[in-house]
């Protein structure tokens, strides 16, 4: 006779607990007190399990609010090559984007077209903000002759703009030093505004083109609204590095971050003044006719008459 | 010994230090130069352009006499205050004049749609406002390197050796910022 259901599912359960304490048993060492060292190997287990799972469970609200930092901008996408430029061509090119010691990259790159102010004319360039990632190398002596070499992952904020224009000669407004901003070791070139020689160190080779760059109203904005930021021109990119004030609480991750640079970008690339444009050789684009609502539309093709009853 | 060395080392050091004072003033006084003859260059490349735009006015607006007589003549008293021996505010208030006399020639083309569109006219502006866009820089780089000098010949211990060797102050060159006015409107 078949035993009753419920004490066939009693005894099931009853052998796989015994089972689990068995391997439990086997896992910490048994019952004899040495079972501290695997409860150890366990608890560790559990702790990089978590972990993995917090680091995805992050990875995965990051990509979502790349995405949906993308879809609020016309044209534009993940990318892995900001403004269709490789990491290998960044790289040491900006103070922001450092080669490191060990690895570096580019990583949660968004970018695409966008409106920006140049000398009064808007103009469509392509825009990409994203992370650029490297290692420094760190050696720990210890007491003994062994020294312990590890790397520390650092990261730069990056909003960068493919400008129409090229500066043959490359300038850079990077945040001065401790030692620069009390007076001590100031280098560089200084400007009119004392304010603005305390906060930011310049560099270019031509020096009227950064004269021409930085006038009076830039000297005042940046002084004022992008103390600790780098700023660099290079070619025909553009490219504002370090944290903005503000962050977008609905987005996640590093996207918080990314409207506040993308606008920070373009009204730096707004306040930027004509003469300098016009020193690199910038040409308005031609009106377009449509667009003047001064100027009447061409005049449409007629429609073809209807046909004539006598024509059919 | 030792005395010897504690009055000769201070000495030394101070001479060295005056030394490289000087050298420095020199060097700052270099740099104005330089900066003060690029001025100069933009400033006779802008006085260049004058006769040409008035003559392409004139092809189109006869009846602007009095304008184009105003430029002409600031442009020679702005070329009669170029020579070193004229003083640099009397120098100023010249190209001031000159920049005056082109703002009044390049709001002639508004009452002359076909001297608007004239290509020679339009290039002789973009090349006058370019010229003043480097008169610009050239005038800050200049200021600049003024305002330096100034700041050193006045400050101690650097005022002791100005003083001695007869450093000499220098005057900014402060005009009206040509650039700003003959720039081209942009339509918004």
């Known amino acids: 006779m078949a035993p009753?259901?419920?004490?066939?599912?009693?005894?099931?359960?009853?052998?796989?607990?015994?089972?689990?304490?068995?391997?439990?048993?086997?896992?910490?060492?048994?019952?004899?007190?040495?079972?501290?060292?695997g409860l150890m190997v366990g608890l560790f287990g559990v702790a990089m399990a978590i972990a993995w799972t917090l680091?995805?469970?992050?990875?995965?609200?990051?990509?979502?609010?790349?995405?949906?930092?993308?879809?609020?901008?016309?044209?534009?996408?993940?990318?892995?090559?900001?403004?269709?430029?490789?990491?290998?061509?960044?790289?040491?090119?900006?103070?922001?984007?450092?080669?490191?010691?060990?690895?570096?990259?580019?990583?949660?790159?968004?970018?695409?077209?966008?409106?920006v102010e140049i000398s009064g004319t808007t103009v469509r360039c392509q825009v990409a903000c994203f992370v650029w990632f490297h290692e420094r190398r760190r050696t720990q002596r210890s007491r003994g002759r062994h020294a312990r070499r590890t790397y520390d992952r650092r990261t730069e904020l990056v909003a960068m703009c493919q400008l129409p224009v090229h500066t043959h000669r490359a300038v850079s407004i990077l945040p001065e030093s401790a030692l620069g901003r009390v007076g001590l070791t100031r280098s560089g070139q200084q400007l009119e505004s004392e304010s603005f020689n305390r906060r930011f160190r310049v560099e270019g080779r031509d020096r009227a083109l950064v004269v021409t760059l930085l006038d009076a109203g830039l000297q005042e904005l940046?002084?004022?609204?992008?103390?600790?930021?780098?700023?660099?021109?290079?070619?025909?990119?553009?490219?504002?590095?370090?944290?903005?004030?503000?962050?977008?609480?609905?987005?996640?991750?590093?996207?918080?971050?990314?409207?506040?640079?993308?606008?920070?970008?373009?009204?730096?690339?707004?306040?930027?003044?004509?003469?300098?444009w016009r020193a690199l050789g910038f040409q308005r684009p031609a009106p377009d006719p449509a667009a003047d609502p001064a100027t009447p539309p061409p005049p449409r093709p007629a429609p073809p008459p209807p046909p004539r009853p006598e024509d059919r | 010994m030792e005395y010897l060395l504690a009055i000769v080392l201070p000495v030394l050091l101070g001479l060295v230090g005056v030394v490289l004072s000087y050298n420095r003033f020199v060097a700052q006084l270099a740099s104005i130069d330089a900066t003060w003859a690029n001025i100069e260059g933009e400033?006779?490349?802008?006085?260049?352009?004058?006769?040409?735009?008035?003559?392409?006015?004139?092809?189109?607006?006869?009846?602007?006499?009095?304008?184009?007589?105003?430029?002409?003549?600031?442009?020679?008293?702005?070329?009669?205050?170029?020579?070193?021996?004229?003083?640099?505010?009397?120098?100023?208030?010249?190209?001031?004049?000159?920049?005056?006399?082109?703002?009044?020639?390049?709001?002639?083309?508004?009452?002359?749609?076909?001297?608007?569109?004239?290509?020679?006219?339009?290039?002789?502006?973009?090349?006058?406002?370019?010229?003043?866009?480097r008169i610009a820089a050239a005038r800050r780089l200049y200021n600049l390197e003024v305002a330096s000098y100034e700041r050193r010949r006045r400050s101690v211990p650097s005022n002791v050796v100005a003083g001695v060797i007869g450093f000499e102050a220098r005057r900014m060159f402060e005009i009206r910022d040509p650039a700003a006015e003959h720039s081209p409107h942009v339509p918004r």
């Open chain 1, 4 to 37: 009753p259901v419920s004490g066939a599912v009693e005894a099931g359960s009853v052998a796989l607990l015994d089972r689990a304490t068995h391997l439990l048993l086997a896992v910490t060492g048994g019952d004899d007190g040495s079972w501290l060292p």
């Open chain 1, 55 to 115: 680091q995805r469970h992050q990875r995965r609200e990051l990509r979502d609010a790349l995405n949906r930092f993308v879809e609020r901008h016309d044209g534009w996408h993940l990318q892995a090559w900001p403004c269709g430029v490789h990491a290998n061509q960044l790289v040491s090119r900006f103070e922001a984007t450092p080669r490191g010691d060990r690895r570096y990259g580019v990583e949660s790159a968004v970018g695409g077209p966008a409106e």
């Open chain 1, 222 to 276: 940046l002084a004022a609204e992008y103390g600790a930021r780098g700023i660099e021109l290079s070619d025909d990119l553009l490219v504002l590095s370090g944290e903005p004030t503000h962050r977008d609480r609905s987005l996640a991750g590093v996207a918080q971050t990314y409207p506040a640079i993308l606008q920070d970008l373009t009204r730096l690339v707004r306040n930027i003044p004509p003469p300098f």
């Open chain 2, 43 to 133: 400033l006779q490349r802008r006085h260049d352009l004058v006769p040409n735009l008035v003559e392409t006015v004139q092809g189109y607006a006869r009846h602007e006499q009095r304008v184009l007589e105003q430029v002409t003549e600031a442009r020679a008293q702005a070329i009669a205050a170029v020579p070193s021996t004229v003083p640099i505010e009397q120098q100023a208030r010249a190209e001031d004049a000159l920049t005056q006399g082109l703002t009044s020639l390049l709001a002639v083309p508004e009452s002359y749609p076909e001297l608007k569109s004239d290509a020679v006219f339009r290039d002789l502006q973009r090349q006058l406002v370019e010229t003043e866009d």
